[in-house]
């Protein structure tokens, strides 16, 4: 492929060498595609093909890929739906299929509704099928970052992006404490944008919300401060700002204050080369976790390119680069379900599947109301709960002169049954533990917290 407006943008110049070198080479593909066009006899597929009836009994005419007969036990799709190998990128119809989606949730009000939604159906790439969020994070991440170069993210974040970006790319972590006075940090987000600026020409950062371990979602207010605060360092810094949004848990959001959607969607709005990636995936939106489904989807900018025909090619461009991506690591996804993701949404359309899966989110919002309600009881100096709305887990910060996160984790565990995860990091200012509220039953959590309140007082 030829790349003749990548190079040209701001994008561009943030990739790491990696992403610079890597591409989606045509070689096969060219050659299969056009057999699929122009032979009468094929011989560029690389898997096994056969009559049905050679090689099943009682099996049809039909030309399919080769199975064993077990396989239909377990599903009643065609076998062409599930043993054939998926596009590199994604099936071509479940990526569409996503892309509408996106736009779909992009719920603006009516009076900038018409503007905005034009921008975000022109210069959004089409997602790219990634094994799961994670893969997502890991192709993203791998994009920009060269070993030794940072990436910004608070200290209360996921643990496997350590393993990704620390451990696997040998890139590092500029941290920061998530929160101050119970709102987003920002002036600490802004010293640390200020810090990586001197070490490099890019920024780059990842967000989660809903926050994963915290449950901490951005009020309106405050995501509209986290723009602003963006716009003024690109402002001063002018060097392109990469914004990887980890939406894992996006629809989850369980109070009327918090921002209900992405943050990608505003980012998307702004001219300036504040460029957002948005990650999601069937795993926890569709409750398909195992399906291992994700998606990346990037914002560009009209002003890198001088009319739609060439952001039309850019964004093929850049959709290569991701492919290339894909095809050098996990080569493509599993078939099946996207093929599964794709029925949904054919047949029974959007606002059923929200509508099925709010009976889900229903669930989890009086686990959330019922956990806070009984965490405000407990009287106790030494522990605070960081602000949650969303997802599936909050966050129980606890005095490190008192005890320590896994010493009361075990402690917990042994004396009183429960499990928690304990995270506890003295260098990044972390210690307290995890709760999953989403696998416990509401009427279990008044014995939940009243026994983890009993636990606090053995210390
Ligand atoms: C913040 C966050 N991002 C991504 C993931 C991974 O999602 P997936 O299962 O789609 O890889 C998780 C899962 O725990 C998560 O908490």
Known sequence: MEFKYIEKTPFYNAFSKLGKRIFLPDGIFYWSGRAKKEAEIIGTIGSAFAKEKDFIDGGSDEWVPCYLKDIKNYSNLHIKNIVPYASIGGLPDTREIWKKYIIEKASYDEETEKEKIARLKKYITTPIITSGVTNGIFLSCSMFLNPGEYIISPN?????????????????????????????????????????????????????????????????????????????????????????????????????????????????????????????????????YGGRIGFVTIGIKPNWTKNDDESEILKKEIENKLEGMNRSSISNCNHFYQVITQKMFIENGFNQIITDRNKVKDLLKERYEKINSELEKIDNPNITIDPNSGGFFLFINLNRDIVKATEFADH??????????????????????????????????????????SALKDF
């Open 156 to 288: 209360k974040r996921w643990g496997n992006y350590d393993n990704i970006i620390v451990k696997h790319l040998g890139a590092r972590i500029k941290s920061f404490d998530f929160f101050k006075d119970n709102k987003m940090n920002l002036q600490g987000l802004k010293e640390a944008i200020l810090e990586v600026s001197k070490m490099q020409e890019k920024i780059v950062i990842i967000i989660n919300f809903p926050n994963n371990p915290t449950g901490y979602t951005p009020t309106f207010d405050e995501a509209k401060e986290f723009i602003d605060l963006l716009r003024k360092m690109y402002s001063s810094l002018k060097k392109p700002i990469i914004v990887i949004v980890d939406d894992a848990y996006e629809p989850y959001v369980y109070n009327d204050d918090n921002i209900n959607i992405s943050l990608f969607y505003d980012l998307h709005q702004l001219d300036e080369d504040i460029i957002p990636i948005k990650l999601d995936g069937i795993t926890k939106e569709l409750l398909m």
């Open 412 to 453: 917990l565990l042994k004396k009183y049954k429960v499990g928690v995860i304990p995270i506890e990091k003295v260098n990044e200012n972390i210690n307290g533990i995890r709760i999953a509220y989403c696998s416990i039953d509401k009427h279990q959590i008044p014995e939940l917290i009243s026994r983890i309140n």
